[in-house]
């Protein structure tokens, strides 16, 4: 009988959700496929992960969706990569405050899946190509990503987690 109590109780303790992993507003994520580490902006205010790309060209291959592209980066050799498209995105734009009754843009955006280390995790995100070039951080990781890595955002923090070790 003692047994089946202790069980029981064992069972009525409350289950401990893992702490998130606190990251700075800023880090480093290596692109193995690409191999590339990009500074990245963690923003929980969008929702999917964007890459900084150019000459952005969409082509079928095998009867499946591929896009070709550079990245959009300072420090891009201009490398040219490829890799299947795992689906077309809609991004709706901002409409501009003062213009009133207009419709946001929507802009339609090619997706891959692209694996990402921050830190010492490795996960596979989908990532939407787009020129980011006017933009300091040529890697935006949105909320999606971040909840794949079981991540928090303090914003007063920066790279706080180092260079990846993936």
């Not at 590339?36 to 890459?51: V, Y």
């Not at 490829?82 to 419709?103: L, M």
Request: charged share 30%.
């Amino acid at each position: 009988m003692k047994p089946l109590l202790a069980l029981l109780s064992l069972l009525a303790l409350p289950v401990m959700a893992a702490e998130p992993t606190l990251y700075g507003r800023y880090e480093y994520i290596t692109l193995p496929e690409l191999g590339q580490t990009l500074k990245a902006k963690m923003d929980t205010g969008a929702w999917t992960a964007s890459l900084s790309a150019k000459d952005i060209e969409m082509f079928t291959r095998d009867g499946e969706e591929w896009v070709r592209f550079r990245l959009a980066t300072k420090d891009a050799d201009g490398k040219v990569y490829e890799h299947q498209v795992s689906r077309i995105s809609k991004i709706k734009g901002r409409a501009d405050e003062d213009e009133e009754g207009d419709a946001p843009e929507i802009s339609k955006r090619p997706v891959v899946d692209l694996e990402m280390c921050l830190g010492g995790e490795k996960r596979t995100m989908e990532v939407n190509l787009v020129d980011r070039s006017n933009f300091n951080y040529p890697l935006l990781v949105g909320s999606k990503a971040l909840r794949q890595f079981k991540a928090a955002v303090n914003p007063a923090k920066r790279f706080t987690a180092g260079k990846p070790e993936c």
